[in-house]
């Protein structure tokens, strides 16, 4: 299946590039609502079932245990930005589970938030693994680890039962088996399964609406999306679409990005759950697509939709910042 294009990128009034990809969306039972291109086909789900994967850091008692609060829930669902409130919050949790940055396995790169990574050359220091988008995740598998007395070290292989526990359950809130699907190295190091989009969507739709689900899941869903809801700032920061949408729609829609082109997204008024996936992995044209679908499935109301609109149709700019085209949802939205 050749799939459809869901974005343009202009240059002037002549398209210049087509984004083509694939959304599912469906609801807790897994049936598919609505759907673009093909939703079977094996996708890396990347940073976008982050808050999927802390699941295990509520159900196992480790987050009552550390007593951590809903910024640290937030931060463990992240792809941050690295501002000072999001590193800051990392060291301390790290300190409270008695470990420091050297703990992590995720690498070092720049702030994403380019202001604190200019800042950073200016101050002559250089960017730790705590700057990592993902310190967060990797916080709280090293706390659910801590927790059960489990090896630190490690903690990203595959086989350790810090990676092993997300499996359960994503595989659970998915409703298939994880450990059949086909799997790499994410650019953190964890382990990254290859899965369908209507699965993925699938889950999300139960996160949004956890109502049949286990009473200790349905409490661990609860308590996450409502720290990610209260919290939007933690989940990625200055700039990010991600609490943008969230700082405007709170608990109702959910949403999460993952690199190379993908996006998650729970409704909970509407009880559905979003996956999609750019073929080429330009993350601007998975931004454009997802509002294009919360558009479509009348998820956000008028005056947030207006507040967004600058997403919804992206300037593009030359070096000298004169507009030279614009990428925007294509006829398939018309």
């Known amino acids: 299946m050749t799939n459809p294009i869901l974005v343009n990128t202009l240059r002037g009034d002549v398209i210049e590039n087509r984004h083509r990809g694939a959304i599912a969306v469906c609801d807790p039972n897994g049936k598919l609502v609505h759907s673009w291109g093909n939703v079977d086909a094996l996708v890396y789900p990347r940073s976008a079932i982050k808050a999927l994967q802390a699941l295990p850091l509520v ?7 550390f007593a951590l609060s809903s910024a640290e829930l937030a931060l463990a669902c992240s792809s941050h930005n690295a501002e000072p409130a999001h590193t800051e919050t990392v060291h301390n949790w790290l300190k409270r589970i008695d470990l420091d940055e050297d703990a992590l396995e995720c690498g070092a790169h720049a702030p994403l938030h380019e202001k604190t990574a200019a800042a950073l050359i200016v101050n002559h220091e250089q960017a730790g693994r705590i700057h990592n988008n993902c310190s967060g995740k990797h916080t709280g598998m090293l706390t659910t680890a801590r927790f059960l007395g489990e090896a630190t070290h490690g903690y990203i292989a595959r086989e350790h039962p810090a990676q092993q526990r997300w499996f359960d359950s994503l595989g659970e809130m998915a409703g298939v088996d ?3 699907l086909p799997w790499s190295y994410d650019g953190c190091g964890i382990p990254v399964i290859a899965m369908p989009l209507q699965s993925m969507a699938t889950a999300f739709a139960r996160l949004a609406v956890p109502d049949d689900l286990a009473a200790d899941r349905r409490d661990a869903v609860a308590r996450i999306t409502t720290a990610i809801a209260q919290n939007p700032f933690m989940v990625a920061g200055s700039g990010r679409l991600c609490t943008e949408v969230m700082q405007l729609t709170g608990r109702r829609v959910i949403v999460k990005t993952g690199a190379d082109g993908v996006y998650t997204a729970a409704l909970k008024d509407k009880s559905l759950g979003i996956a999609l996936k750019i073929d080429d992995g330009t993350t601007a044209a998975a931004e454009v697509t997802l509002l294009a ?6 998820a956000l109301h008028a005056d947030e939709l207006e507040a967004l609109a600058a997403r919804c149709r992206i300037p593009i700019t030359n070096t000298r910042g004169v507009i030279t085209g614009h990428r925007e949802p294509s006829e398939l939205w018309s």
């Open 293 to 298: 679908v919360l558009n479509y499935l009348d």
């Open 178 to 180: 994880m450990r059949r």
């Open 59 to 65: 159900e196992t008692g480790a987050a009552d245990h």
